[in-house]
């Protein structure tokens, strides 16, 4: 079994010098890794070049604002930051773009750095169990899922996957479908029996660990979009 954990690498976008040397300061202070974008069309090229677990981004500012910038990113690249978008003005038009556009949260100014905290922290506290026997393909995907920020552990046998389902209320669980289907009912029926809300995510040797990745964290943000 393996548990790992990195600190999220977070891009902060705004306008006023200000908030953008705030926020850095902060984050820095309470270990994450930080870069900074005055806006949008640098926060653009930085997303193209690196992999940035979120990006905290001021809706309004000039060349390029924060929704047209995400907009270009999603139409460029395939695996796309957790977007926090921050607004002066808190209207049903910009939250119902904000959900449309896939928005991990959006918050209205004045920033609350608590919130903010809270945000980038939760996703640390998001657990998934990866029950794969194929070595190569349990680590990739479990690599590929610490560097999105999640807690992840891994099993290789039935048995130790149980046991943890019995022990760990998990977010979620990645199974092989090409697995017997004894054990695959067996892992169902342990969730039941604890009473949790884990969602089973099942892969097999025609997906890659990029696309498993994916569908896992669009189940997971989904239900944890945040929006005030």
Do not use: W
């Not at 209320?169 to 029926?189: A, H, L």
């Amino acid at each position: 079994m393996k548990n790992t954990n990195k600190p999220n690498h977070i891009l902060i976008v705004d306008d006023h010098p200000a908030i953008r040397e705030t926020m850095n300061d902060i984050l820095i202070d309470e270990g994450f890794q930080t870069e900074v974008a005055e806006n949008g069309k640098e926060a653009l090229d930085l997303c193209l070049t690196e992999d940035f677990n979120f990006v905290l981004m001021d809706i309004q500012m000039p060349e390029m604002n924060g929704v047209d910038a995400f907009k270009k990113l999603k139409e460029k690249k395939t695996r796309l930051p957790k977007f926090i978008f921050f607004s002066a003005y808190s209207t049903p038009e910009l939250q119902e773009l904000a959900v449309s556009l896939g928005a991990y949260a959006f918050l209205t100014k004045p920033i609350k750095v608590e919130k903010v905290l809270e945000l980038l922290r939760q996703k640390r506290a998001i657990s998934i169990l990866v029950h794969i026997a194929d070595d190569h393909m349990r680590t990739c995907i479990a690599n590929l899922l610490t560097e999105n920020g999640y807690s992840v552990n891994q099993t290789v046998q039935h048995d130790d996957a149980l046991i943890q389902l019995r022990q760990i209320n998990y977010n979620s669980i990645i199974f092989d479908s090409d697995s017997p289907s004894i054990e695959q009912e067996s892992i169902k029926t342990t969730i039941r029996s604890a009473n949790t809300k884990t969602i089973c995510v099942e892969t097999n040797d025609d997906e890659s660990p990029k696309e498993v990745v994916k569908r896992v964290s669009y189940f997971l943000d989904t239900e944890s979009q945040v929006f005030n």
